[in-house]
């Protein structure tokens, strides 16, 4: 029976992921920054762990706690939306920790491990944004576009291992707390400074009325299917509207 370790499953695509693989028989290692009861049903085959990826101690603890896993999820993230011009550049670290340098971190603590069994598979989740071109997301795409950019050179590097990288770009999905979270709980007027304010509104206007989104079951069925791809494709649309972006590109 293999085993699949997820980051970020305290909520969205992360526990809907979570629950997709333990329902097709895997062994599940839920990570999450503060693990909290109830929100996934533990099992002898899904174990809930703590994992925050901007702390290597917490990585370490976690993996050995697991044991030898057969797929890696990169899921956890933090989204930001904003004007750049004034988001504090502690803001943008912060981002850039979570979303680009905890998935590395992650990643190359399991290496050794797939490397030395000749098989293992790093999924890392990105974005949407990353097909397109979308304001008020410039410190975001950029922590996600660099994770796109260390995939594809990644997936070079562990061929000749039998070792797989991919990544899974998620459209936009409501049913996420992202917008919330995105803007630190404020509103958008309270989050957007004038000028841009009235130009910041009929972006995030158009945003809310676009015909179709991503459901949460969506980037699940998508992450499996790119766990257990061997055609050699590298990067994974999930939901309909992020399809639209990949074919359009």
């Given at each position: 029976m293999k085993t699949v370790l997820i980051t970020g499953t305290s909520s969205g695509y992360g526990r809907e992921t979570a629950r997709c693989f333990h329902e097709q028989g895997w062994n599940v290692i839920a990570t999450m920054r503060t693990p909290r009861?109830?929100?996934?049903?533990?099992?002898?085959?899904?174990?809930?762990?703590?994992?925050?990826?901007?702390?290597?101690?917490?990585i370490d603890a976690a993996l050995e706690a697991a044991g030898p896993v057969d797929a890696l999820v990169n899921n956890?993230?933090?989204?930001?939306?904003?004007?750049?011009?004034?988001?504090?550049?502690?803001?943008?670290?912060?981002?850039?920790?979570?979303?680009?340098?905890?998935?590395?971190a992650t990643t190359q603590a399991v290496l050794p491990g797939f490397r030395e069994r000749g098989s293992g598979v790093v999924v890392n989740v990105t974005s949407s944004v990353v097909l397109g071109h979308m304001p008020l997301t410039a410190v975001y795409k950029a922590s996600k576009t660099a994770v796109e950019g260390f995939t594809a050179s990644l997936a070079l590097e562990l061929e000749p291992f039998g070792?797989?990288?991919?990544?899974?770009?998620?459209?936009?999905?409501?049913t996420t707390n992202f917008g919330e979270t995105a803007l630190d709980g404020d509103s958008l007027e309270e989050a957007v400074p004038q000028p841009y304010l009235p130009w910041a509104q009929k972006v995030m206007s158009g945003f809310m009325n676009q015909?179709?989104?991503?459901?949460?079951?969506?980037?699940?069925e998508t992450v499996w299917r790119a766990v257990h791809d061997t055609t050699g494709q590298l990067r994974f649309p999930a939901g309909p509207d992020a399809i639209s972006l990949a074919q359009a590109k």
């Open positions: 009861p109830g929100v996934l049903p533990e099992t002898d085959r899904l174990r809930v762990l703590e994992l925050d990826v901007t702390k290597p101690e917490t956890a993230g933090i989204p930001s939306i904003g004007v750049f011009e004034r988001t504090p550049m502690a803001r943008v670290r912060e981002v850039f920790e979570t979303n680009t340098f905890g998935v590395m070792v797989r990288a991919k990544t899974v770009e998620p459209g936009a999905c409501l015909d179709v989104f991503t459901k949460e079951s969506d980037v699940a």
